[in-house]
């Protein structure tokens, strides 16, 4: 069974910056796609960024496309999301998923999602 488990949330001004984290448990972590989505307040859950089981291709919301840099370290079955230039749309939960990343942009696409850790922007 997968666990993901996502930290590095918080209060943050805007123009900040802020670093998540996904650890992640079972054997499938270095083979799998991973991703970030989010969800704000009365709004649906959106794509933010995915990566490729290798990490050699990413993608991003255009939203996001230059403030936001996916990575991953897959000898630490962790994934990041490294969060510049914040501003207060980004306020959401943020949630990593795992899964085969055949549609990237697609949540049905992953099988697995962590709790969520909450992200919060102020003007």
């Known amino acids: 069974q997968v666990q993901l488990v996502e930290s590095g949330g918080g209060l943050v001004q805007a123009g900040g910056s802020l670093r998540l984290s996904c650890a992640a448990s079972?054997?499938?972590?270095?083979?799998?796609?991973m991703a970030w989505f989010r969800q704000a307040p009365g709004k649906e859950r959106e794509f933010v960024a995915a990566?490729?089981?290798?990490?050699?291709?990413?993608y991003y919301a255009d939203s996001v496309k230059g403030r936001f840099t996916i990575s991953r370290d897959n000898a630490k079955n962790t994934l990041y999301l490294q969060m510049n230039s914040l501003k207060p749309e980004d306020t959401a939960v943020y949630y990593c998923?795992?899964?085969?990343?055949?549609?990237?942009?697609?949540?049905?696409?992953?099988?697995?999602w962590g709790q969520g850790t909450q992200v919060t922007v102020s003007s």
């Open positions: 990566i490729s089981w290798r990490g050699g291709s990413t």
């Open positions: 998923a795992q899964g085969s990343g055949a549609l990237y942009s697609t949540a049905l696409t992953y099988d697995y």
């Open positions: 079972g054997r499938t972590f270095s083979s799998r796609a």
